[in-house]
């Protein structure tokens, strides 16, 4: 759906004769989740074609990874009595579970504030969709502190002068996944940006899931329950039994 | 050495979570305590959610005790009778505290709770066994009132309870309420807390209760096999937060270092031990009580729906 609401943004620019065109890739189409995952680096490379060949300087690059929409709460902790709880609660109904931009020059210097906001660029200019009717100061002061928190978990990144152009025509751009990413189907975009609008975009889907015993018992935990916690049980108490069977045997 | 957690989401080290294990492993075989009171807050300070941390630990619990309880049977060590009693009051805790567990989960409230509780309990369990292991060392004499009190058999609160039962091996004859009580409480708390309960419970039926002393330590270990056992099963089903590879990692460590535990403990004067496990309890309750006062890092938390 994201990509063909992208389709549809990008078409009129597409049509444009004399407009380059983006070649996008992807060094990972699937990321897979196994025992040993302590994190990936993406790298999203591609090629501007231009209609006559020709290489024309201003053209800058904009790479973004999002994960897939979730609804969330966001809390804050304030100070009660001495004692710092969580007070205040606002629900945003699509938050994306991540969040990675690069571009060629910082976004600001690149592109005018009302595009970025209608192609969801930079970490300011996300669509949470905030429900309730809280103050939009207090829904601003939120946002602000989600962001703040993804960040800190390496979930929303923002890397300034992490797309590299080489010779006009090449571009590359490395995005790092944390192992404590949440699984499912991701969206990569690509915008070609010059004199502070979208020129061309396009889009490419990473699976990012977990598989083999991860996979398994993630699943198990969620679909059997039950069996799950009786296994857990089981297990814990072979465990117990069989460590102290053995040191009986060896030691008396 | 890395290893994913499937559940928690995240990569940890397999020799911290091993050697955590083994360290609480060791603790519990020296003094008897189920260690569930150390390895969750450890857990949460190590970066599991805290979910994930109270639900595995409990996990872990059920493993750690049953050798205990195991070793306690061949020397007739437990009331079965009594064990049932607690047990049942055990089970019906644990599921009240599942629903309990959720309800503040919605709240955003449940780190706070799960702090406060662990502060004011270890806080002044932690106390009581400084000062009595302190005494039993002269390090300080004990007080005048305390040695002049003639000594209690029964709780009278307990005594007026009716409906009274005959627990021969605890050599006892009293209302199965108290016990059935006594396990509600335990119940709830290992759901909240992740932790067996045991030195909650093995002060309680000493000085509450008034069992023998023979059958305390056994009779509790069984409770705590039998309701960690039955709150893994509540976590699993509406938490949906038992890391069985996080679980299985900590009893590695743990299994092993109880037996180890245990011989090491034949060494040591005693008093010593309960000194050294009120010191560790003491310092876990600073912590905690430190992260409740203190500006956390995070003033701002995200929760998925």
Same mark, same amino acid.
């Given at each position: ?53 020709? %290489? ?179 297990v814990s108490l072979l465990l117990g039994w069989a460590a102290s069977a053995f040191f009986q045997r060896r030691y008396g | 050495m ?10 940890v080290n397999v020799l911290v979570i091993v050697g955590l294990g083994g360290l609480v492993g060791l603790l519990t075989g020296m003094v008897g305590v189920g260690g569930g009171f150390l390895t969750t807050p450890i857990l949460i300070f190590y970066?599991i959610? %805290?979910?994930?941390a109270v639900?595995s630990a409990t996990t872990q619990i059920t493993g750690t005790s049953i050798s205990g309880v195991l070793a306690h049977?061949?020397r007739?060590g ?10 049942? *009051? ?17 709240? *955003? ?9 662990y502060?004011?309990l270890l806080? !002044?369990i932690g106390?009581?066994m400084a000062?009595e292991a302190?005494?039993a060392l ?31 091996? !605890?050599?006892?004859?009293? !209302? ?14 290992t759901?909240?807390l992740g932790i067996g309960g045991g030195f909650i419970m093995v ?13 305390v330590v056994g009779?509790s270990l069984?409770?705590i096999v039998?309701?960690t ?11 949906? !937060?038992?890391?069985?590879?996080l679980a299985g990692l900590l009893l590695l460590g743990s299994v092993i270092g109880a037996q180890y535990g245990a011989r090491f403990a034949q060494k040591m004067k005693p008093e010593l031990l309960r000194m050294i496990l009120a010191i560790v309890v003491l310092g876990v309750a600073l912590r905690m ?17």
């Amino acid at each position: 759906m994201i990509r063909a609401l992208l389709l549809a943004l990008a078409a009129p620019l597409l049509l444009g004769q004399a407009e380059p065109r983006l070649v996008p890739d992807v060094s990972h189409r699937d990321v897979e989740i196994r025992y040993s995952f302590t994190g990936e680096e993406l790298l999203l490379f591609g090629a501007i074609v231009y209609p006559d060949g020709r %290489p024309r300087p201003g053209t800058d690059v904009a790479v973004v990874l999002k994960g897939p929409l979730e609804p969330i709460v966001v809390r804050e902790k304030q100070k009660v009595f001495g004692i710092w709880m969580n007070v205040g609660r606002v629900r945003f109904r699509s938050a994306p579970s991540f969040y990675a931009v690069a571009s060629s020059r910082p976004l600001t210097q690149l592109i005018e504030e009302r595009t970025a906001a209608i192609y969801e660029l930079g970490l300011d200019n996300l669509q949470l969709s905030p429900g309730g009717g809280a103050p939009a100061e207090v829904m601003r002061r939120f946002e602000h502190g989600y962001v703040d928190a993804m960040r800190r978990h390496q979930l929303y990144a923002e890397y300034p002068r992490g797309v590299e152009i080489s010779e006009g025509v090449l571009y590359r751009a490395r995005i790092s996944i944390p192992a404590r990413v949440p699984v499912g189907t991701y969206t990569a975009e690509t915008f070609l940006i010059r004199d502070g609008r979208v020129i061309a975009g396009a889009a490419r889907e990473i699976r990012i899931e977990k598989l083999g015993f991860e996979g398994f018992v993630a699943e198990a935990a969620e679909d059997w329950s039950l069996a799950y916690g009786v296994t857990a049980v089981v297990v814990s108490l072979l465990l117990g039994w069989a460590a102290s069977a053995f040191f009986q045997r060896r030691y008396g | 050495m890395d290893i994913y957690l499937p559940i928690a989401g995240l990569s940890v080290n397999v020799l911290v979570i091993v050697g955590l294990g083994g360290l609480v492993g060791l603790l519990t075989g020296m003094v008897g305590v189920g260690g569930g009171f150390l390895t969750t807050p450890i857990l949460i300070f190590y970066g599991i959610p %805290p979910a994930v941390a109270v639900a595995s630990a409990t996990t872990q619990i059920t493993g750690t005790s049953i050798s205990g309880v195991l070793a306690h049977r061949r020397r007739r060590g437990v009331d079965m009778r009594m064990g049932a009693v607690i047990i049942a *009051g055990g089970v019906a805790g644990s599921i009240a505290g599942g629903f309990l567990f959720r309800l503040l989960q919605n709240m *955003g409230q449940i780190d706070t709770v799960i702090s406060m509780l662990y502060v004011i309990l270890l806080g !002044s369990i932690g106390i009581m066994m400084a000062k009595e292991a302190a005494t039993a060392l002269d390090i300080i004499s004990p007080s005048r009132r305390q040695a002049e009190k003639p000594a209690r058999r029964h709780n009278p609160l307990i005594a007026a309870l009716p409906m009274r039962w005959r627990f021969y091996r !605890s050599g006892l004859y009293i !209302s199965p309420l108290a016990p059935l009580g006594l396990g509600f409480v335990s119940g709830l708390l290992t759901v909240l807390l992740g932790i067996g309960g045991g030195f909650i419970m093995v002060p309680a039926m000493i000085y509450l209760l008034g069992m023998s002393a023979q059958v305390v330590v056994g009779t509790s270990l069984l409770q705590i096999v039998f309701v960690t056992a039955a709150t893994t099963l509540v976590h699993a089903t509406t938490t949906r !937060s038992v890391d069985i590879v996080l679980a299985g990692l900590l009893l590695l460590g743990s299994v092993i270092g109880a037996q180890y535990g245990a011989r090491f403990a034949q060494k040591m004067k005693p008093e010593l031990l309960r000194m050294i496990l009120a010191i560790v309890v003491l310092g876990v309750a600073l912590r905690m009580a430190l992260q409740l006062g203190w500006r956390p890092e995070e003033i701002y938390t995200v929760q998925m729906l």
